[in-house]
Each structure stands twice: as C-alpha cells, then as structure tokens.
C-alpha cells in the first residue's frame, strides 16, 4: 500500500513538473537577408501566426521593402511558413487580426518593383488555410511610405486601419485612417495633412463610436503628449492634453490598451523622474476617459538607454497580469564589434505592481520588438539577435510560461536571468539588481572560499569591491534560501 501511495506521488509531481514545461520554447530564424517580425496572432489551436518583412539592404543603411510571408509556430515551437507572390510588386505586411469566420485579414503596403515612386495600401483576405480569397491594392498618390499600426473590426463586418504615411519629398508623418468593409472595399479613407507628428497610436473606445489618437508634437499640445478624438466617419471632434511627470516630451514608441471601459494604459518612453540627466526609461501611466493620470511608473538600468519594445511594448489577457517587454542599454546605430546589451520581461498586477523582472540576451545586440499575453497564461515575445558577420539581425522568438520563463530546457539560443551583474569586469563595485523577495547573495574567490555574503538584497544594490585584491569571483544569488543562479565576474586592480 505504502508503494502505491508513493507511485501515486511520484506521477503527480511527474504530471506537475510536465506542465511546467509546456508551451514554452524559443526559436531562432536565421537567414542573411535583412528582416524584421511583427505582431502575431493567436490562433484557436494556440499557434502563434508572426508577420515577416524582408528588406533590401542593411539595418541602418538605405533599404527597402522586399517581400513579406507568414511563419506559424505551434506550441512546441515547430514552424512552417506561407509565402505569397504579387506579380511586379514589392509589398510588405504590417498588421493581421482574426476574422469572424476564423480567416485573417492582412494590411501592409505594396509598390511597384520598377519605379517605386509611390505606395499601394495593400489588404488581403485569408481563409483558415492562409489561401487567398481576396487582394486589393490601393494607389496612394504622392505618398512614399506608409504603415498600418491598427486594425479595428466593427459591429456591421467593416473595419477600420490606423495608421501614418509620409508624404513625399517631405520627412513629415501624418495620420491615415481608412475604413473598409468586409470585401476590402474602401468606403472612406483620410489623410490629415494639418497634423504632423513622429508616430501615431490609436484606440477604438468600447461602443466603437470614438477612435482616439495618440501623439507627440500636434497642435493645439506641440509641447507635450496629446489625444486627439475623431468618429468613425473620421470627423474631428476635440484634442486633450495627456498629462505626464518629470522633465521632457514623452517620447517613442507609444503603446496603448483598454484596461476596461473607462480606464487604459499607456507606455512610452521618458527621462527618469528625479535624474539630472537625460536617462530614457521605459514609462506606463493609466488614464481614464477625461484623462486624469490615475497610476505612474518607470522602469529600466540607470545610466543606459532603455525603451518599450519598439512595436508593442506591453499586454495582457485579464488586466491584473500586464507583461511588458523593454529593450536596455540600446546603442545608437550600428552596435560596436562585441556589444552585448540585455533586454526584460516584467509582469505587474493592474495597480502597476511589480511580480517579477527577468533578463535575456548578455551574448550579442539584442533588440526586442513585440510581446503579447497568451491564452496559456504566458506570452509570446518577438526579438531580433544581431549577427556581427552578416551585419544582419536574426529573428528570435521566446515563447514563456506565466512567471516569464523558459523551463525545461538549457538553450543556446538566449540566456534567461532573474537579476542583472554589472558592470564586468569591475573595479571598486558591481552593481547587483534583482527583483526576488528574501533574497541574500554570496560571493566566493577561485578556491571557493566565501569572501562577501549580503541579505536583503531585493533592488539595486551596489556591493563595495575595495576590500578584495584583483581576480575571478562567482557571485551566488538565492531567494527564500533556494539557490538561483550564478555570476562570474572580475575584480580589477
């Protein structure tokens, strides 16, 4: 009876341990062209449906739009792909959604190989097999690019896209809207050439009756955020001013989400409120629909460049578990030879409390693009690896369990961390951040002797070197007195 029982045990904690590690994976898509992912889908056998544009040319450098695909990766991390051919045309997909009837529709822009004067708005419709049904381009008169960052369906089958387009020869940005009904056709369609800004976010608000737009720079509010309000036949109806905290103008990218009917989120990314320098952080406020600032916080490394993931920087499922995705230490241009850089994963609940913050990369340029909550309770993160042989990024996608993690697996792809040791090698300090509750660290020399041992050490935590000569330590870091992880470093004379 005894071994029964403990049998019975043993599958259990077996059947606990395997659901742990379902659902999450990472994969690394590898090719020397120039690409970029962006939002996926979920579908209902929780596939995960990722948008992919090539580009002539290298990041930072003249290119193009080339063509454009769909991946699909299952929940164990397989792929296939569905590529598509418009004759004599460059094209681009930028956003797709589900359907009612469990296809997609897809909008993204399209030119003429040849020419490539002008831009085409691009719409194709797909069953649930990614055939096409139908395909309908749009030629937009003097205008050079463009790019559609929303995609709203109506009650009556319509839909509207939000976006920008850039009039050519101006730099200027302006914003697009265009409303569609379920065959593609366009039954109204505007450019707003009175407003100019660096980039556009957009909400549909819950009766679908107002679409609120978000950005910098536009009049009446050119010194700060503002929200301009339309309706849906696109007439304009008032502009606001979206309050922020601390010193400068709220900055891109901005990222935006109901929370409920009254009250949404939004990210971008700001100086630090109290720094004396220009040190960007990742920044979240809540709002309600009069645009009171209800909930403020920042997040990020001091003393780095850090920002939203560049086309979707934060989601969620059910809004007491919001997952955010940031990019640190950013380099401006092309990453000097060997640059290493990290970015996070973070989870609060709706009051913007913070549940964890976890770290990847830490072995090359890391850029992350997307991240969206998924129906498992995790999410699904969108990143891009630089390559410093083809000067090219490669695309890696992380899908992670609800506490931000790969399990299950030991990875070359990515490493994962639940804290951060920097700078390495050191002289007089290292800074320690981590985010563990009961958290104490020890630190030990090449002969495993214990030379630094710290408790209560959740935050930012700056451990004083001065007293230990010049060498190789390891670094132990435990929470609840559970072992976690280790961090080689070097002590400098």
């Given at each position: 009876m005894k071994k029964i029982i403990f049998l019975l045990i043993l599958f259990f904690q077996l059947v606990n341990c395997l659901k742990a590690q379902v659902n999450t994976f990472s994969f690394l898509y590898k090719s020397r062209l120039n690409k970029v992912s962006l939002i996926p889908v979920e579908d209902s056998d929780n596939n995960y449906i990722v948008p992919m544009i090539l580009f002539t040319g290298k990041p930072w450098?003249?290119?193009?739009?080339?063509?454009?695909?769909?991946?699909?990766?299952?929940?164990?991390g397989d792929t296939s792909c569905y590529y598509y051919t418009i004759p004599d045309s460059a094209f681009s997909f930028q956003n797709i959604i589900k359907t009612s009837d469990d296809g997609y529709l897809v909008a993204g822009a399209s030119k003429a190989i040849i020419t490539r004067d002008s831009v085409n708005l691009l719409l194709i419709?797909?069953?649930?097999?990614?055939?096409?049904?139908?395909?309908?381009?749009?030629?937009?008169?003097?205008?050079?690019?463009?790019?559609?960052?929303?995609?709203?369906?109506?009650?009556?089958?319509?839909?509207?896209?939000?976006?920008?387009?850039?009039?050519?020869?101006?730099?200027?940005?302006?914003?697009?809207?265009?409303?569609?009904?379920?065959?593609?056709n366009i039954t109204r369609e505007t450019i707003y050439n009175s407003y100019c800004g660096s980039r556009y976010e957009y909400l549909l608000n819950s009766s679908k009756t107002r679409i609120l737009m978000f950005a910098n720079g536009l009049p009446p509010h050119s010194n700060g955020l503002s929200v301009t309000i339309f309706d849906t036949t696109f007439t304009y109806l008032s502009s606001h001013v979206l309050p922020v905290l601390g010193i400068g103008v709220g900055g891109n990218p901005f990222h935006a989400k109901w929370l409920n009917d009254t009250n949404f989120i939004f990210s971008y990314q700001k100086r630090l409120v109290g720094s004396p320098f220009d040190d960007k952080e990742f920044t979240i406020q809540i709002h309600d629909t009069l645009f009171n600032l209800l909930q403020f916080d920042q997040f990020g490394l001091p003393d780095s460049y850090d920002c939203p993931a560049w086309v979707k920087g934060f989601d969620f499922r059910h809004p007491d578990t919001i997952f955010y995705a940031a990019n640190i230490g950013l380099a401006f241009g092309p990453p000097p030879s060997?640059?290493?850089?990290?970015?996070?994963?973070?989870?609060?609940?709706?009051?913007?409390?913070?549940?964890?913050?976890?770290?990847?990369?830490?072995?090359?340029f890391y850029f992350v693009d997307h991240i969206i909550a998924t129906s498992d309770g995790g999410c699904f993160v969108g990143s891009r690896k630089f390559d410093f042989g083809t000067g090219n990024f490669e695309l890696l996608f992380l899908k992670l369990n609800s506490d931000g993690m790969l399990v299950g697996t030991n990875d070359p792809d990515i490493q994962q961390r639940m804290s951060l040791l920097y700078p390495n090698p050191a002289y007089q300090e290292v800074v320690l951040e981590t985010y563990l509750d009961e958290s104490t660290i020890k630190i030990f020399d090449v002969n495993g002797r214990t030379v630094g041992q710290y408790s209560g050490v959740k935050g930012k935590n700056a451990?004083?070197?001065?007293?230990?000569?010049?060498?190789?330590?390891?670094?132990?870091?435990?929470?609840?007195?559970?072992?976690?992880?280790?961090?080689?470093?070097?002590?400098?004379?």
């Open positions: 450098a003249p290119s193009d739009m080339d063509r454009a695909f769909l991946m699909k990766l299952t929940p164990k419709k797909l069953n649930n097999k990614f055939e096409i049904e139908w395909k309908k381009h749009y030629y937009l008169y003097g205008n050079w690019e463009m790019g559609i960052t929303k995609i709203f369906p109506l009650d009556d089958n319509d839909f509207i896209l939000a976006g920008m387009v850039t009039k050519f020869p101006s730099i200027f940005i302006y914003p697009y809207l265009v409303r569609i009904d379920q065959y593609g060997g640059y290493t850089n990290w970015f996070m994963i973070r989870q609060t609940d709706g009051q913007l409390n913070e549940r964890y913050r976890h770290f990847y990369g830490g072995d090359s451990i004083n070197l001065n007293g230990l000569p010049a060498g190789v330590y390891v670094l132990s870091l435990y929470a609840k007195e559970k072992f976690i992880e280790n961090y080689k470093f070097i002590k400098k004379p």
